[in-house]
């Protein structure tokens, strides 16, 4: 009767009541198949359209009776979307996936859903608590032996969450209990099907929890048999779908079975007694179609249920084919709570319960990937579209999907389009269907699949959430990485929130990637995201002897543990960690350090890697480390790796050195339209050369390839200021900006001028873009010059600017190699076989081509050879050809467009005519046939010759204004330069004009116009004056050169011959030879191709006499005529800084160099040698050789060979840290300097302050084979002055004797002993027994404490001059100096001779003693005074006294705790080995009879150690504490010693006693002092002694670095604050802050601009930037650098816009320096950047710096504004109050006052601003002020009533 009720409610259609359930709000996201439209009930209410017209008498029954049911069938057929689903929904599923603690589950029409693993069943989730508590987790039942892909689940929907993403995520469970709530015992009936799970296993079968409490259901044991054929028994937990074969004892028990042939008959029937409410997902049914529509069916079943089913579910074969009134077998797929609408499915693989779907195509390859040419095949305007790819296949796109997510949909417009292209996203198995995207973001995003992602990729992604465990990086709307909180940056970050916010880009390398777990592992250290060694993804990759980065994982005793990327790991042993002995690795490493590491050997089959640090420093040092500035010169030709494209231009790499810099795209070319072209060909990786610097602006070096902007840079004088500008200098620029009043242009070295319109051409010109181009290279001369302003004006005008004599054919052979260049470029690449044809093509080439399509623009061809080329010609190249599709013809090439593949063609038959012979300077008629934008085509009119001509024939003529543009068809005159050229593929080489003569024939060569001969005198008007030449316009037309050598006769050294020349003037001159038009070499006479364009001319008056007859000199004669050491005259050229030499030249055809060397005999002049020479002086030089016919070597110092004894300069050329320097000497000459010669006081590391290319002045020793020796001694440098050599010079071995003190470096350790370098030539030996007075069992102790190159001091004990051998010593007796070994080494001591003996004999006599006295000692009773004796370690002996030695131990050693006996007086004490300050056995002696007892305490005893718990041992001078006559006494003779004994001075007890009480008070006194914490520290001593106590106390180093700068020690301070900074552990984050910040203080007041900026940039590095920031601008602000402040503000702003802090500093600084209005505008700024809920805080802050800082009235509008908004903000009230107090008058208080306690807040915060206002009154005001108050608060009580009251 309730279901009855349930299905047929009576009194019409009533809600039920939500009050006890709350709705679950959900935020609207966009999910992919999330609709955003109305209501479902909206839609359908008017969704009409598909279900046919409804008449007018159902219409009102549905209005009478139909509107009771639940189940109305839907108007409109769609698919189940996200927002059908409701919680308590019923559903069926497919499993996808099954992980460890959750199942993935498809369900329909796209959808997908998560079971967790509390959801499975009761007894499951008893029986996992159950086997966690045990301690066998190996039994444990997992989620994926219950479960497996494909399996078919009836899930009912528990909960809709919401991700983190935003997207809502569907909770699903499988539990009996949820599932078949619905179900009672009662509605139990036999032939039903229910879902249920195994809840025990049984002897006989299984019990199954089917979700009723009260009936138990059993499975027998042979029923499960039939299912899963003996695979494998079923366990707790299982789903299962079963058939109830018998219901017994009123539904208290049932049996069931679970065969698929069973299954798969079993029908719901009308006799089960199924209801709306109870109805199943996965029932099979019977069922009749009611409705048919595009978008699916409508059913009928069980006699009274309506279903639909949507196009996803009908059987494709038979989609078209349904008719109302058809029987079909259907699936019910899901239940709708609410609507009750009932989801069904017609495909045959979900009406076979019990099987798996085939879900193989989850992991398909086409899964992620996008799809071309796709065409629609339905369209279901409220569900999304078919789609079908070009394999046939059907994908489903949701509509949500066939738009982007923030428009609407269209399906007209997506209907419309032809094809698409889409990206398939998953696969369903519920619908047997690929699921896809239109989404433009989606198709073109690079990153959809964890798959697209591989290790070691860096990629772009946005911070999404932060945590404890690290950092969530969104990569794409689909996959997601993290960052681990050790990868955030190199160093651990302490605040990652306050370096990284959520909405931040940032860039990310990829550590792992687990696509199967959806896992992606990503890190921000900058060395890994900037490494450009070889990542090691694999083993395989980590080949023996490879260098990469990786990172610290863990570090234990034997080594660290290092990952590199896809989690390929290696072993660093101990032993190479460091080159550093006894390394502890806890120390010295840390966890998440970036390291670079060397494989040793690699095992990829094992996975097993050994790894060294050691060896990847040592690689790192022998690589000569790069420059850490580029050395900018303009001019500076490079060399160039391409890092990134962009429109602009390319980012490269200076190579060798990798400097950052920009080649603009406008600067690879001097033709505009080649620039494009060769962007194009440049690929990412090539390598470009010939590149020269250009400019450089901050940290931005910009590069040019523009030929003529080299050419001007390499021979032209810059300007590189504008104080080198002057008023008619011509310039080579490029166009930077074009305005409508004129053209900038800008020169190298960033100089820009402005060239007005009226001084662009020499026409009107109305549009200037027309004319000039932004990056045209063009030729300016100075007019004008605004001193004040620094500007200057240009003109462009052609006659009033230069350009040399055949400029247009030079250009056009360079721009055409340029093209020729790109064509090469792009048929080298890969797949390139279009362009391979391409390339192969020429201007002029015949090609067979067949007609393809005629209209009105020309004729398209095809061609066999030349496929995917467009091949085309002009209507102008057809005319008067009849021409048919199909027809074969033949054409010529006019033009190939390599970017687009289009080749311009002519079939004119007077192009295609024989060709001709042409003649050099023969003058023809020519016609333009093709015009590209710099390059046109043109056929000579009497043969068939083509050619190609410059359009333009000056660089600012690129673009001809108006009549000046060449067109199709226009006639030119051109001369034949070259009848057949090589550059140009063999067409002729031609210049041209405008005006056409009239038509004449090619004169032959005998007639043709001569040029000028040999010592023809011509005249001529100077146009132009250079440094080293003079350029003549000739009288009859043509241009001269006069070399500078050929202007005046006699040059004065220094003086520049081209001076004297003035331009305009006319002169008289000879030819002397020609110049080549192109290249401009020079040519003699006497050369047979002699007539050129440019004439050489002499101005020499002794040559322009005709009497006087000139003979040819060939360049060969003239060199030949020099003899070395002869002085001549030239002129300088030019300096090349390549080279390092300047070039200079002593006639036309002579060029000479000179050597930097031989340019300067002064250092000082290395550093500009440009400068010491200007290119045209005339210089004297000496000819040195001349080793090439072209070359002349010269000196400019006047010396021409090297003597021994000389100084000379020279320049380093290697350094070799074992034996000296390499230094290249002048005239090609070598030599070396040894260690003994570098300096007259000999240092730790003597080579430490040279380098590579270093000068330096060098005295010649003398030559050995060949290589000169060298010394740098100050004294052979300067004899002259008075110099004192610390280690004077050995020059022989005559200079040494026996017994001399002498300093000398350690050449090498072994076992023959170590040997010391004395001079270049000498070294000598140090056995090991003379070395030290310890006892050394290996050499190896000895090379580590003693390094190559160390000076020690010597003594020579004997010198062999026959064998040349000197013995040496370094004991510390005979050198006065400390051992070379440190004590701390704990090494037993050696003693031998005398000392041995008499230690032997002493043993001996004690241990008879001893012996014989054992007895009596006992007896005698101990006596409580004790004297100190002598303490005598245990020593090693030689080796011949090895018995001795091991019988007096025996004797003597005593065992642990052992009394030991002395003879002397009888006195014995306890001695243990601990009291042995060296580790080895100690024996106390007592005095011995003859010997006083304060001699034998102070000789032998010494002093005692002061020890402490930190375990170090200061060794201070205790001798200071004992009295004068002991110090006297310890510092007397030996003789007067042996004087002392022979006559001891006995003391009395009370004076001993005495002296003992002295020594114990001065000891306790300075005990005190050492451990007072409150002692300030006097001297380094005594802060070293601190700091080896507190190491990371950043107190000690700053008041340590004040100790130095107290006494000026400015260097000693920066020494001390770089030690903290190494010493202080990098976890102590604030105690390194503190010295950067005091170091950051030092160098503003004691360094420099330049070295503050480098201390600031490095601690950049190191520490959080943002402190750092803040900081130095204090530092700034305290130091009244406000500019220096001011700038960095603006830079802070900037860089930290979304922190308040910045914001408040910067505007309290300007508040501080009184700027208000500049405040106020940045505190609008600040708005703009700060999220809202910020902006009233910052307002309020703002406000009150103006207060204290700037306007008081300024700051109370702001705080009025601010409350007037917001005015229940009662903490802003009670600081405007507490302001206006301190500020503010009493008036105005009083009126604040009263405006608070009115405002309508709580009772309670208007009760304490009453307070606040009594409290002012009795302290400001009087007593009637006081009682208005309470009168006020009184009348605010009345008017509150009973709530003020309380």
């Not at 599923?93 to 997908?112: F, I, R, S």
Request: proline share 4%; charged share 25%; net charge neutral.
């Amino acid at each position: 009767m309730t279901s009855m009720e349930e299905d047929f409610p009576r009194g019409g259609d009533v809600k039920k009541s939500t009050e006890g359930k709350a709705a679950v709000q959900r935020a609207e996201v966009d999910n992919l198949f999330q609709s955003h439209e109305q209501t479902e009930t909206k839609k359908r209410k008017g969704a009409t359209q598909d279900g046919g017209k409804t008449s007018k008498k159902q219409k009102t029954a549905n209005k009478k009776g139909d509107a009771t049911i639940l189940n109305a069938p839907a108007k409109c057929v769609e698919i189940l979307h996200l927002k059908n689903l409701k919680e308590d929904m019923l559903i069926l599923g497919c499993v996808k996936e099954v992980t460890d603690y959750d199942v993935t589950v498809c369900l329909p029409c796209g959808l997908q859903g998560y079971i967790n693993i509390k959801s499975i069943s009761d007894s499951y989730t008893k029986l996992l608590s159950e086997q966690l508590n045990t301690e066998d987790t190996e039994e444990i039942c997992s989620l994926e032996d219950i479960f497996c892909p494909g399996m078919v689940l009836r899930c009912i929907v528990r909960k809709l969450d919401i991700a983190n993403s935003g997207s809502i995520s569907i909770q699903l469970s499988v539990d009996p209990k949820h599932v078949n709530q619905a179900l009672t015992p009662n509605s139990l009936k036999t032939g039903m099907t229910l879902s249920g799970c195994v809840e025990s296993v049984e002897d006989h079968g299984y019990l199954v929890d089917i979700g009723i409490s009260t009936t138990k259901a059993f499975l027998p044991r042979q029923a499960a048999k039939d299912k899963h054929n003996n695979l494998r028994e079923l366990k707790v937990g299982q789903n299962l779908l079963c058939r109830l074969d018998e219901v017994k004892s009123s539904a208290r028990v049932v049996r069931l079975s679970v065969s698929p042939s069973v299954l798969s008959q079993a029908f719901a029937e009308s006799s089960h007694g199924w209801t709306l409410s109870n109805l199943q997902p996965g029932l099979l049914v019977r069922a009749q179609i009611k409705t048919v529509t595009k978008h699916g069916l409508i059913l009928s079943f069980l006699s009274s249920f309506r279903g639909q089913v949507d196009f996803l579910h009908l059987e494709p074969e038979q989609a078209s084919s349904y008719t109302k009134g058809q029987e079909v077998e259907a699936c019910v797929v899901y239940i709708e709570p609410s609507s009750r609408l009932v989801g069904l499915s017609l495909r045959s693989f979900l009406r076979q319960p019990g099987t798996l779907l085939d879900s193989s195509a989850v992991s398909d390859e086409r899964v992620g990937k996008v799809v071309e040419g796709c065409k629609m095949a339905a369209m279901h305007h409220m569900s999304g579209a078919v789609l079908e790819l070009p394999d046939q296949t059907a994908v489903f796109v949701h509509k949500n999907l066939l738009r982007e997510s923030h428009s609407s949909l269209d399906n007209n417009k997506v209907a419309a389009k032809p094809e698409y292209s889409c990206r398939i996203l998953h696969f369903s198995p519920m619908e047997q269907m690929f699921f896809a995207s239109l989404r433009k973001s989606m198709t073109a995003s690079p990153h959809f699949r964890y798959q697209d992602i591989e290790a070691g990729q860096i990629v772009e992604g946005t911070v999404s959430a932060l945590s404890d465990h690290g950092m969530m990086v969104k990569i794409s709307d689909f996959i997601k990485g993290l960052v681990p909180r050790t990868h955030l940056s190199d160093i651990l970050l302490r605040n990652p929130e306050k370096k990284y916010k959520e909405g931040m880009t940032i860039k990310c390398r990829v550590l792992s990637v687990e696509a199967d777990r959806k896992r992606l592992s990503l890190t921000r250290k900058k060395t890994l995201l900037e490494s450009t060694l070889p990542p090691f993804l694999t083993y395989s990759d980590a080949r023996k002897g490879r260098i990469s980065h990786g990172y610290i994982v863990s570090i234990k005793t034997f080594g660290c543990i290092v990952r590199f990327y896809n989690d390929v790991r290696g072993l660093v042993p101990i032993g190479e960690l460091s080159s550093e002995p006894r390394l502890n690795p806890e120390e010295a490493f840390y966890i998440g350090q970036v390291l670079k590491v060397k494989v040793l050997q690699c095992e990829p089959e094992k996975e097993k890697l050994l790894l060294s640090f050691k060896a990847a420093m040592q690689d790192d040092s022998a690589v000569e480390t790069p420059k850490l500035q580029f050395d900018f010169q303009v001019g500076k030709k490079l060399e160039v790796l391409v890092l990134k494209k962009s429109i602009a231009g390319l980012e490269v790499d200076i190579l060798p050195d990798e400097f950052r810099a920009l080649l603009p795209t406008m600067h690879l070319s001097d033709h505009i339209s080649n620039c494009p072209l060769l962007w194009e060909a440049i690929r990412e990786g090539d390598t470009i050369s010939s590149l020269v610097c250009l400019s450089k602006n901050k940290d931005t070096i910009t590069l040019t390839k523009k030929p003529a902007m080299k050419k001007f840079l390499e021979e032209g004088t810059l300007a590189q200021d504008f104080s080198d500008i002057v008023v008619g200098m011509q310039l080579f620029g490029w166009i930077k900006n074009i305005m409508p009043y004129g053209v900038f242009v800008e020169f190298p070295h960033g100089l820009i001028g402005l060239a007005p319109k009226s001084a662009l051409c020499d026409q009107f010109v109305t549009d200037l873009v027309t004319v000039f181009a932004v990056g045209q290279t063009v030729v300016a001369k100075v007019t004008n010059l605004d001193e004040e302003k620094q500007r200057f004006l240009v003109t462009l005008k052609v006659s009033e600017v230069m350009s040399p004599e055949g400029e247009a054919q030079t250009m056009l052979l360079r721009g055409l190699q340029e093209r020729r260049t790109v064509a090469e470029m792009l048929a080298s690449r890969e797949d390139s076989d279009l362009h391979e044809q391409l390339a192969a093509l020429t201007v002029g080439q015949k090609l067979k081509l067949t007609v393809d399509v005629l209209n009105d623009d020309g004729a398209t061809f095809k061609s066999d050879e030349i496929g995917g080329a467009t091949i085309h010609a002009s209507k102008h190249h057809v005319i008067g050809v009849n021409l048919v599709p199909g027809q074969k013809v033949n054409a010529v090439i006019l033009h190939i467009d390599l970017i687009s593949a289009y080749i311009h063609v002519s079939v004119l038959a007077k192009l295609l005519a024989k060709k001709t012979s042409l003649s050099e300077g023969s003058i023809h008629s020519v016609m333009v046939q093709h015009v590209d934008k710099d390059f046109s085509v043109v056929a000579f009119d009497e043969s068939a010759h083509l050619t190609l001509i410059q359009n333009a024939r000056h660089l600012n003529e690129m673009f001809c204004p108006g009549t000046e543009k060449l067109k199709l068809g226009t006639c030119l005159t051109v001369t034949v330069l070259k009848p057949s050229c090589e550059e140009l593929a063999g067409l002729p080489l031609v210049s041209w004009g405008h005006v056409a003569p009239k038509r004449q024939h090619a004169l032959p060569k005998s007639q043709a116009p001569e040029g000028h001969s040999f010592g023809e005198l011509v005249k001529g008007t100077v146009r132009s004056v250079k440094p080293t030449c003079v350029l003549l316009a000739l009288e009859g037309g043509g241009t001269g050169s006069v070399h500078v050598s050929e202007v005046t006769e006699g040059a004065h050294v220094g003086s520049f011959p081209t001076s004297s020349v003035k331009v305009g003037s006319v002169v008289t001159a000879r030819v002397i030879g020609g110049r080549e038009s192109t290249g401009h070499r020079f040519l003699p006479f006497s050369h047979p191709n002699f007539k050129y364009t440019i004439p050489e001319l002499t101005l020499l008056a002794s040559k322009l006499v005709n009497a006087v007859e000139l003979k040819p000199v060939k360049p060969q004669e003239k060199l030949s005529s020099y003899k070395v050491g002869e002085q001549i005259t030239c002129f300088v050229s030019k300096y090349n800084p390549d080279k390092k030499m300047l070039e200079v030249v002593t006639d036309p055809s002579v060029t000479g160099t000179v050597d930097l060397l031989d340019m300067i005999t002064d250092p000082k002049g290395a550093s500009h040698p440009e400068k010491l020479y200007k290119p045209g002086q005339a210089v004297s030089a000496t000819v040195l050789v001349s080793s090439n016919p072209r070359r002349l070597s010269l000196s400019l110092t006047g010396v021409t060979k090297l003597e021994e004894g000389n100084v000379t300069l020279g320049i380093v050329i290697n350094i070799d840290p074992h034996l000296g320097l390499l230094v290249k000497l002048p005239f090609g000459t070598t030599g070396s300097v040894a260690l003994t010669d570098v300096s007259d006081a000999y240092r730790p590391s003597p080579l430490g302050a040279f380098s590579k290319g270093q000068l330096l002045r060098c005295f010649l020793l003398g030559n050995e084979t060949g290589k000169w020796q060298l010394s740098l001694r100050r004294s052979r440098l300067n004899p002259e002055q008075p110099n004192s050599a610390k280690d004077p010079e050995v020059s022989s071995i005559e200079d040494l004797k026996a017994g001399q003190l002498l300093r000398g470096f350690v050449k090498s350790v072994g076992e023959r002993g170590i040997f010391l370098r004395l001079s270049r030539s000498i070294t000598g030996r140090a056995q090991l027994q003379k070395s030290t007075n310890y006892f050394v069992a290996n050499h190896k102790i000895l090379t580590k404490n003693l390094p190559v190159s160390k000076p020690i001091t010597t003594m020579i004990i004997s010198v062999d001059k026959k064998e040349e051998l000197v013995e040496l010593s370094l004991l510390p007796e005979d050198t006065g100096k400390p051992d070379i070994l440190p004590e701390s080494l704990g090494l037993p001591l050696r003693l031998s001779g005398e000392m041995k003996e008499k230690h032997s004999a002493d043993r001996k006599r004690k241990a008879s003693v001893s012996d014989s006295q054992q007895g009596q000692a006992d007896k005698q009773p101990k006596k409580k005074k004790k004297k100190k004796g002598k303490t005598c370690s245990d020593v090693f002996f030689r080796e011949e006294e090895k018995d001795e030695q091991e019988e007096g131990r025996g004797k003597l050693a005593p065992t642990e705790g052992q009394t030991v006996t002395v003879s002397n007086k009888k006195k014995t004490k306890k001695i243990k080995p601990e009291d042995s300050d060296s580790g080895v056995e100690v024996l106390e002696e007592g005095l011995a009879e003859t010997k006083p007892p304060t001699q034998a305490m102070e000789k032998d005893a010494g002093p005692a150690r002061l020890r402490v718990s930190a375990g170090f041992c200061w060794d201070v001078g205790l001798s200071s504490l004992k009295p004068a006559s002991v110090a006297q006494e310890a510092d007397s003779s030996d003789g007067e010693d042996q004087e002392e004994a022979s006559k001891p001075q006995r003391k009395s007890r009370h004076e001993l006693e005495q002296k003992k009480k002295e020594e114990e008070k001065a000891l306790v006194q300075r005990e005190t002092e050492l451990m007072d914490p409150t002692l300030k520290p006097q001297d380094a001593v005594a802060f070293e002694r601190l700091l080896l106590a507190s190491p990371n106390s950043s107190l000690i180093w700053l008041q340590y670095m004040a100790h130095h700068l107290q006494a000026t020690q400015i260097e000693q301070a920066r020494n001390v604050a770089e030690r903290a900074l190494k010493t202080i552990s990098f976890r102590e984050e604030q105690e390194k802050l503190n010295v950067w910040v005091a170091l950051l203080n030092l160098e503003n007041m004691y360094g420099t601009e330049e070295s503050l900026k480098k201390v600031f940039e490095r601690a950049l590095q190191f520490c959080e930037p943002m402190p750092i920031y803040q900081q130095l601008a204090d530092i700034y602000f305290r130091s009244n650098k406000t500019k220096e402040a001011d700038n960095l503000y603006k830079t802070m702003v900037k860089r930290f816009r979304q922190d308040k802090a910045v914001w408040l500093s910067y505007g309290t600084f300007l508040l501080q320096q009184g700027q208000s209005d500049a405040a106020s505008a940045l505190l609008q700024r600040a708005l703009q950047s700060l999220p809202a809920k910020e902006s009233v805080g910052l307002i309020s802050k703002f406000a009150q710096m103006e207060f204290q800082h700037g306007d008081a009235e300024r700051g109370r509008a702001m705080f009025d504004k601010v409350l007037s908004t917001y005015p229940k903000r009662t903490d802003l009230w009670s600081i405007f109050i507490d302001l206006m107090i301190k500020h503010g008058s009493q008036k105005d208080v009083r009126a604040l006052f009263d405006r608070v306690i009115h405002l309508s807040v709580a009772v309670k915060k208007t009760k304490f601003f009453f307070k606040r206002y009594l409290e002012y009154e009795k302290k400001h005001g009087t007593a009637d002020s006081i009682q208005a108050v309470k009168e006020k608060a009184l009348e605010f009580v009345e008017a509150k009533g009973t709530t003020a009251a309380c």
